[in-house]
C-alpha cells in the first residue's frame, strides 16, 4: 500500500518542481529510468500546496495525490480553523481523504483513527503523519460507515460527505451527499459526543438545520471573503440555541467573525435608510450565506437600503464592521444624462449588483466601462423601490 518512488524519480522532482508539468509529461522519454507518472503527480501537488497548504509543501518527503483529492481537500487555513473547534480523547475521521482535516485535527486528541475506501490514499496518509509527526494516528482502509456500526464510541467524529453530482451542479440537500448524513444521524450521535460535519457552501443552510435537528452550531468558513465550507456541530446532549458563526479569514490567517441565532435574526427590528449615508457597508459572503441581514444592521447601527438588496448605510464610520466599507461619493439613475454626468472622466470601475434587474455584463455596456480601478459603483434598489448606481470608493 503507498506510493514508491525510486531515486532517479525523486532527484527529478527535486530538479523540476517548479515547471510547468504538461510540458515535462511530453519529455518522458528523455528520462526512461523516472517514474514520469508519479513524478508528474508529485510536482502538480507541491506546486499546489505551495499556497494551499505551506506547512506541507515546506516539509520535505511528503507525498501528494492525484489532482482531484488534493483539489478536493480543506487548505491550511480551513483546517487550521476546524482544529480550533475539536478536541478531546479520541478522534474518529470517517472520510478521510489526503488527511488534511486529520492532520491538523490529530495533534488535539490522544488517540485518532483515519478511516479511508481508497488504498492509495491510505498509503499516502500512512506515509505522510509519521513526517508531520503524528504517530498515534491509526490508518484503516475501508468504509467509514461500516467501520463505525462496528467501533467503540469516541469522543468526536468528522466526516466530509462527497456530493453525488460530480458534475459540479448545485447541491440543496445533505441526503445528496456520500455517506448520507442525515440517515446515518442517530448512528453518529450513538458513537460519539461531538460530531463535526464538513458540506459544501452550496448546500442550502435552512434546509441542513431541518434535517440535522441536533445541530449545535454552525460555523460558515469564508477565505478572503468566498465560501468554502458549511461546517455543522452536533451533540447530542446539548440544549441551547443553535449558534450560526460567520469567519472571514484573510491571508495572514486573521479572521473577522459575526455571531448570532437563527431566533435573532426572525424577531429583530432593523431600520431602513430614508436616504444614503456617508458610508456604504457590505458583509462578508459568509454573513450574507447564513442570512444575518437583519441582525448584522441591529448590531452595528446601521441602517438597510432595502429588504432585498443587503447592502446597509450609515453617516459614521464603523472600522471593525466585518465585510467591504466604501465611502459613498454620489447617487444617480439609469438615465443617459445622470450617467454621462456622474461617470465622467471614468474608463474602469468595479460593479456590483444587489436587487437590481440588470446583470454586472448588462451594465457595463450601458456605462461602457472597463473593469477595475478604485471606483466601486453598486447598483442596487432603496427602501422606496428606487433603482439606483451608488458610486464609490474604498474607505479601508
Known amino acids: 500500500m503507498g506510493i514508491r518512488l525510486n531515486s532517479d524519480t525523486i532527484k527529478f522532482i527535486q530538479e523540476h518542481q517548479k515547471?510547468?508539468?504538461c510540458a515535462l509529461a511530453l519529455q518522458a522519454s528523455k528520462y526512461p529510468l523516472v517514474d514520469m507518472s508519479v513524478a508528474i503527480t508529485?510536482?502538480?501537488g507541491l506546486q499546489t500546496a505551495k499556497d494551499k497548504l505551506p506547512s506541507w509543501y515546506a516539509t520535505d518527503g511528503l507525498l501528494y495525490p492525484r489532482h482531484l483529492s488534493l483539489e478536493q481537500c480543506s487548505s491550511e487555513m480551513t483546517a487550521r480553523y476546524k482544529s480550533s473547534l475539536l478536541k478531546g480523547g479520541s478522534l474518529i475521521d470517517l472520510t478521510g481523504g489526503f488527511g488534511i482535516d486529520c492532520a491538523f485535527l490529530a495533534p488535539n486528541f490522544k488517540k485518532v483513527i483515519y478511516v479511508e475506501k481508497q488504498e492509495e490514499l491510505c498509503g499516502i496518509a500512512a506515509h505522510n503523519f509519521p513526517l508531520l509527526g503524528l504517530n498515534h494516528v491509526e490508518i484503516v482502509n475501508g468504509d467509514g460507515v461500516d467501520f463505525l456500526k462496528n467501533t467503540n464510541r469516541v469522543n468526536c467524529i468528522f466526516i466530509d460527505p462527497?456530493?453525488?453530482?460530480?458534475?459540479?451542479?448545485?447541491?440543496?440537500?445533505?441526503?445528496?451527499?456520500?455517506?448520507?448524513?442525515?440517515?446515518m444521524s442517530s448512528l453518529l450521535l450513538d458513537k460519539a459526543d461531538m460530531i463535526m460535519i464538513k458540506l459544501s457552501p452550496m448546500l442550502d443552510l435552512a434546509l441542513a438545520l431541518s434535517d440535522m435537528p441536533k445541530t449545535k452550531a454552525v460555523h460558515i468558513v469564508?477565505?478572503?471573503?468566498?465560501?468554502?465550507?458549511?461546517?455543522?456541530?452536533?451533540?447530542?446532549?446539548?440544549?441551547e440555541s443553535c449558534k450560526i458563526h460567520c469567519v472571514n479569514l484573510d491571508r495572514k490567517g486573521d479572521m473577522q467573525c459575526f455571531d448570532f441565532t437563527r431566533e435573532e435574526e426572525q424577531n429583530v427590528i432593523c431600520d431602513y435608510a430614508s436616504d444614503m449615508g456617508k458610508y456604504l457597508y457590505e458583509p462578508n459572503s459568509s454573513i450574507l450565506k447564513a442570512g444575518?441581514?437583519?441582525?448584522?444592521?441591529?448590531?452595528?447601527?446601521?441602517?438597510?437600503?432595502?429588504?432585498?438588496?443587503?447592502?446597509?448605510?450609515s453617516d459614521q464610520l464603523i472600522?471593525?464592521?466585518p465585510g467591504r466599507i466604501f465611502i459613498c461619493h454620489?447617487?444617480?439613475?439609469?438615465n443617459k444624462r445622470e450617467m454621462k454626468?456622474?461617470?465622467?472622466?471614468?474608463?474602469?470601475a468595479n460593479i456590483t449588483v444587489r436587487n437590481f434587474p440588470s446583470s454586472v455584463s448588462e451594465l457595463r455596456k450601458r456605462t461602457k466601462l472597463n473593469e477595475g480601478g478604485d471606483i466601486y459603483l453598486f447598483a442596487t434598489t432603496l427602501a422606496d423601490e428606487k433603482r439606483v448606481i451608488l458610486k464609490c470608493t474604498k474607505a479601508i
Not at 446601521?302 to 447592502?311: A, E, F, R
Open 341 to 348: 454626468e456622474h461617470l465622467s472622466g471614468i474608463s474602469k
Open 222 to 239: 469564508s477565505v478572503l471573503n468566498e465560501c468554502k465550507e458549511l461546517l455543522l456541530v452536533l451533540a447530542s446532549n446539548d440544549t
Open 42 to 44: 508529485q510536482i502538480a
Open 319 to 321: 472600522t471593525d464592521f
Open 19 to 21: 515547471e510547468d508539468v
Open 162 to 183: 462527497a456530493r453525488r453530482d460530480d458534475k459540479g451542479g448545485k447541491t440543496v440537500a445533505i441526503s445528496d451527499c456520500m455517506p448520507d448524513v442525515k440517515a
Open 330 to 334: 454620489s447617487v444617480f439613475s439609469l
Open 292 to 313: 444575518a441581514y437583519k441582525s448584522i444592521a441591529y448590531k452595528y447601527g446601521i441602517k438597510k437600503l432595502h429588504p432585498n438588496s443587503h447592502l446597509y448605510a
